[in-house]
Nanobody, 118 residues
Framework: QVQLVESGGGLVQPGGSLRLSCAAS????????MGWYRQAPGKQRELVAF???????NYADSVKGRFTISRDNAKNTVFLQMNKLKPEDTAVYYC????????????WGQGTQVTVSL
């Protein structure tokens, strides 16, 4: 059974930082591309950051220079370090993998709420 479990969300003031974690199980994590998405109220889910199995990264323009995605294959965990947070970063953040091995599928975590407010 594939599971992605996010943690690390919370309430933070503008300009602050948070570090999200996503622990994966049921997949060969080291061979998996991983992504962080977010969905704000009334908006579509959007890709925030992506990291390939060999460590290449890609970011949404809105977070470039502020967010960093990384992975620890020994811990089956992907991270999202978020700095200089803005109110418009407020959203539910989801971990995702489109797993091409068995069990093949598009897997999502349950999400973690990030709120940036005074």
């Amino acid at each position: 059974q594939v599971q992605l479990v996010e943690s690390g969300g919370g309430l933070v003031q503008p300009g602050g930082s948070l570090r999200l974690s996503c622990a994966a199980s049921g997949i060969i994590f080291s061979m998996s591309d991983m992504g962080w998405y977010r969905q704000a109220p009334g908006k579509q889910r959007e890709l925030v950051a992506f990291i390939t199995s060999d460590g290449r990264t890609n970011y949404a323009d809105s977070v470039k220079g502020r967010f960093t995605i990384s992975r620890d294959n020994a811990k089956n965990t992907v991270f999202l370090q978020m700095n200089k947070l803005k109110p418009e970063d407020t959203a539910v953040y989801y971990c995702n993998t489109n797993y091409v091995y068995i069990p093949r599928g598009d897997y999502w975590g349950q999400g973690t709420q990030v709120t940036v407010s005074l």
